[in-house]
């Protein structure tokens, strides 16, 4: 079989342009240092002493300032000024108002700038996740897995920049976002925070998100640093719990898991957080391989390294990979940690100055991280003016950031089923409207909204609406009954006695069924099937003989398999966030036609969690000894479905070529007709299958996707344009490889096969 090896392609083509050996090429495993060192920084380093330097790779959280909610100024003096804390991160526990931001990033840079001989700025990071967190009235957008559910790119860099608009309206120049894991392991927590189970969703959605966090510059009042994490493999712990082991091979860890951060990198992401959990049993903080070998050496990563919250002190207390909690500060630093996010406490400044002093940690290594901190801060402006920006705040709270989060919203929400034209309803559809998430603000914002759990309503601005509160405003408090109150674990709100005393005076029962908000590992479950009172809720509803549309507002695809059926409509909501109610309305009601496709596989059943890019193996079923059948792919519906209130028609999907070459580029058109009577959006996603290779092929691959607007009774031809990186593997020798053979190119159900000589 024919195999072009991409590192060997690339290091001949090279090494042919400069003129010297194939062996010249080969990758370095040593950190690469700027060939062009900011002379002002390092001037400012040859002041610096040890302590300097190590307190500037320190980061503590702000509750370690505030007991009793009241900022201890000796405290924060103490940090500042004796422990040398070069940055500080998060909130204690609600959100603050721009004036308080400003208020307290003015004290702390008081102190870092005119306290301390050196003046360096303190720099303050923050979970800006979907929207500007931690600051009352802010924007709050779709969680990243209904943003890869709109299949719009643009819309998610709309989001960035915004946040990235009001995150430094609020002061607060560090971004940690996005996260570029891959939504893979339904039971984990965090599955919403992540863009699908496709890797090139993760790849352009986030390199989108970067460049709206950056492209403006870093010193302008429009920009923030934006963080890749959690670099690497955090999204797939077996047991589906947060922080717990991950075993992943090197070809799939480097196939799927690590491109989304080599698009980061290439998009000039500033910063990287780091997986808080292992893999194949070392953890990634103790990882030079990860942290030095791959990211550096192999990524051409130059910024700023940061762990997670306690993640140093945790290779002793959880990884046990360090007797010591000092050995555990030694293994990290020497790896290739940067700045340690300790963070309530001061034993990584006490420790590491020790290790420092005793040569355990060279002093080479305390220049290369403290340089890029420096440097980021450099960049971000902060020495210049460490300062809150007066002129920001013109960035803040603006009313068209409620119109991008709202098409945010409508392009996201998925339709599942749509049985006998449901929807759909007519404007006099009386509505029975019921479930734990109908009127609970955190259910349709999920994690990361103004508290971490984004379970507070208290927090969420005034005007902030419920499902009920929508259809309230759409048909009249007369035509919605419903018992429904803002707690979601109230028995109220799945109360069968309710339902059954009232269905006869509606002519449509909703039931809004779901998650409660959660973050991390507060929000870990030991079962996927959605949980019984919900179920038991769903079946009382069809028993009363009305039209049930189910409304699905959570972070996870939670089994569904024992209603499914019996719905006449199904609508994913994901965490579609601020307008995420009334965009719900405007679509249940027909002003705005669906668009959202499924940005991961829905499983059917707790126990089957087949992904769509499976191998041809899973596809095989022996549900009879001696007996093979397809089907082994078989969620409740298929990764990239979706319906409209439009119909479309797929025909005439063409090749510019047969053959190809390495080095050709592969021209794809389809025409696709809207053949309804009624305007659509249409996500239209291309799938590239290697029908045979040295290491198994997937069934196939996501590689290209798009949105289009169609008329009614409009054709488009959409063109995509591939090449030989979209036809690429890893090999078992982990290294990028694209072999000559016979390939296909599907979209919907056309498919054209082509030959790579």
């Given at each position: 079989m024919l195999?072009?090896?991409?590192?060997?392609?690339?290091?001949?083509?090279?090494?042919?342009?400069?003129?010297?050996?194939?062996?010249a090429c080969e990758p370095s495993t040593e950190t690469k240092s700027p060939m062009n060192k900011d002379p002002e920084i390092t001037a400012l380093m040859e002041q610096m002493s040890v302590e300097d330097k190590v307190g500037q790779m320190?980061?503590?959280?702000?509750?370690?300032?505030?007991?009793?909610?009241?900022?201890?100024?000796?405290?924060?003096?103490?940090?500042?000024?004796?422990?040398?804390?070069?940055?500080?991160?998060?909130?204690?526990?609600?959100?603050?108002?721009?004036?308080?931001?400003?208020?307290?990033?003015?004290?702390?840079?008081?102190?870092?700038?005119?306290?301390?001989?050196?003046?360096?700025?303190v720099l303050y990071g923050i979970d800006a996740i979907h929207g500007t967190t931690y600051t009352q009235g802010s924007t709050l957008f779709p969680h990243n897995?209904?943003?890869?559910?709109?299949?719009?790119?643009?819309?998610?860099?709309?989001?960035?920049?915004?946040?990235?608009?009001?995150?430094?309206?609020?002061?607060?120049?560090?971004?940690?976002?996005?996260?570029?894991?891959?939504?893979?392991?339904?039971?984990?927590?965090?599955?919403?925070?992540?863009?699908?189970?496709?890797?090139?969703?993760?790849?352009?959605?986030?390199?989108?998100?970067?460049?709206?966090?950056e492209e403006d510059g870093l010193d302008q009042i429009t920009g923030v640093a934006s963080c890749m994490k959690h670099y690497l493999g955090y999204s797939v712990p077996l047991s589906g719990k947060d922080r717990t082991p991950a075993y992943i091979p090197d070809v799939q860890m480097r196939e799927i898991f690590l491109p989304p951060f080599e698009h980061a990198v290439n998009s000039g992401t500033s910063t990287v957080m780091i997986n808080s959990g292992e893999i194949n049993g070392i953890p990634v903080h103790a990882s030079k391989y990860y942290l030095t070998d791959i990211l550096r050496g192999e990524l051409g990563f130059e910024g700023l390294a940061v762990t997670d919250w306690e993640d140093i002190i945790r290779l002793h207390s959880r990884h046990r990979v360090a007797a010591t909690p000092k050995e555990a500060v030694k293994i990290a630093i020497n790896a290739g940690i940067d700045m340690s996010m300790v963070p309530v406490d001061y034993s990584f400044f006490d420790y590491l100055v020790e290790l420092v002093n005793e040569g355990q940690v060279p002093m080479a290594r305390i220049?290369?991280?403290?340089?890029?901190?420096?440097?980021?801060?450099?960049?971000?402006?902060?020495?210049?003016?460490?300062?809150?920006?007066?002129?920001?705040?013109?960035?803040?709270?603006?009313?068209?950031?409620?119109?991008?989060?709202?098409?945010?919203?409508?392009?996201?929400?998925?339709?599942?089923?749509?049985?006998?034209?449901?929807?759909?309803?007519?404007?006099?559809?009386?509505?029975?409207?019921?479930?734990?998430?109908?009127?609970?603000?955190g259910s349709l914002?999920?994690?990361?909204?103004?508290?971490?759990?984004?379970?507070?309503?208290?927090?969420?601005?005034?005007?902030?609406?419920?499902?009920?509160?929508?259809?309230?405003?759409?048909?009249?408090t007369g035509n919605v009954i419903s018992n429904s109150t803002n707690n979601f674990e109230d028995p109220a709100n799945t109360s069968v006695s309710f339902?059954?005393?009232?269905?006869?005076?509606?002519?449509?029962?909703?039931?809004?069924?779901?998650?409660?908000?959660?973050?991390?590992?507060?929000?870990?479950?030991?079962?996927?099937?959605?949980?019984?009172?919900?179920?038991?809720?769903?079946?009382?509803?069809?028993?009363?003989?009305?039209?049930?549309?189910?409304?699905?507002?959570?972070?996870?695809?939670?089994?569904?398999?024992?209603?499914?059926?019996?719905?006449?409509?199904?609508?994913?909501?994901?965490?579609p966030a601020s307008q995420g109610a009334l965009a719900t309305v405007e679509i249940l009601y027909g002003e705005v036609n669906p668009s959202g496709r499924l940005p991961f596989s829905y499983p059917r059943y707790s126990g089957d969690v087949v992904l769509y890019d499976r191998k041809s193996t899973e596809e095989v079923t022996e549900l009879v000894p001696d007996s093979y059948g397809g089907g082994g792919y078989n969620p409740q519906w298929e990764f990239g479905y979706g319906l409209s209130y439009?119909?479309?028609?797929?025909?005439?999907?063409?090749?510019?070529?047969?053959?190809?070459?390495?080095?050709?580029?592969?021209?794809v058109s389809i025409d696709i007709t809207n053949t309804s009577d009624?305007?659509?959006?249409?996500?239209?996603?291309?799938?590239?299958?290697?029908?045979?290779?040295?290491?198994?092929?997937?069934?196939?691959?996501?590689?290209?996707?798009?949105?289009?607007?169609?008329?009614?009774?409009?054709?488009?031809?959409?063109?995509?344009?591939?090449?030989?990186?979209?036809?690429?593997?890893?090999?078992?020798?982990?290294?990028?490889?694209?072999?000559?053979?016979?390939?296909?190119?599907?979209?919907?159900?056309?498919?054209?096969?082509?030959?790579?000589?």
């Open positions: 195999e072009y090896t991409k590192k060997y392609v690339e290091k001949v083509a090279l090494a042919a342009m400069l003129g010297f050996g194939l062996s320190t980061q503590v959280t702000l509750s370690m300032f505030m007991p009793n909610n009241q900022l201890d100024l000796d405290e924060l003096k103490n940090a500042i000024v004796n422990k040398k804390v070069g940055s500080i991160l998060n909130v204690n526990g609600t959100p603050l108002s721009i004036e308080e931001w400003h208020q307290l990033l003015t004290t702390i840079q008081d102190i870092a700038t005119k306290e301390t001989e050196l003046k360096i700025p897995i209904g943003m890869g559910a709109t299949r719009n790119p643009a819309l998610v860099k709309q989001a960035a920049k915004i946040t990235a608009k009001e995150t430094r309206a609020s002061g607060i120049r560090w971004n940690f976002d996005p996260a570029l894991g891959l939504a893979r392991q339904p039971l984990w927590s965090r599955f919403e925070e992540m863009f699908g189970e496709a890797t090139v969703l993760s790849s352009v959605m986030g390199s989108e998100a970067i460049k709206g966090y220049d290369e991280a403290v340089y890029r901190i420096l440097k980021l801060k450099a960049d971000l402006g902060l020495f210049d003016n460490a300062y809150p920006e007066q002129e920001a705040l013109a960035n803040f709270g603006l009313e068209a950031y409620k119109t991008v989060a709202l098409h945010a919203a409508r392009e996201s929400i998925t339709l599942l089923k749509n049985e006998k034209q449901t929807l759909p309803f007519s404007p006099d559809t009386k509505v029975l409207l019921m479930g734990p998430a109908a009127n609970n603000l914002h999920g994690s990361w909204s103004y508290t971490w759990q984004g379970q507070d309503e208290s927090q969420f601005p005034e005007g902030s609406m419920t499902l009920k509160d929508a259809f309230e405003a759409k048909i009249g339902l059954k005393k009232n269905a006869a005076k509606a002519n449509v029962i909703v039931l809004a069924i779901g998650e409660k908000s959660y973050a991390e590992s507060p929000g870990g479950i030991h079962d996927l099937n959605l949980e019984d009172n919900q179920i038991e809720l769903v079946q009382a509803a069809y028993a009363t003989g009305k039209p049930v549309v189910l409304l699905l507002a959570q972070g996870r695809p939670r089994v569904i398999s024992k209603i499914a059926d019996g719905a006449e409509a199904i609508v994913n909501l994901y965490r439009s119909t479309f028609e797929y025909g005439n999907l063409q090749l510019d070529k047969t053959k190809y070459s390495l080095n050709d580029q592969i021209k009624r305007d659509g959006k249409l996500a239209v996603d291309l799938f590239v299958s290697d029908l045979y290779a040295s290491v198994t092929p997937s069934y196939k691959k996501l590689k290209k996707f798009a949105k289009e607007e169609f008329k009614a009774g409009e054709t488009k031809t959409i063109s995509f344009t591939l090449d030989s990186t979209d036809l690429e593997f890893i090999n078992a020798s982990s290294e990028k490889t694209v072999e000559a053979g016979e390939f296909s190119v599907s979209v919907a159900d056309q498919k054209i096969n082509f030959i790579l000589e």
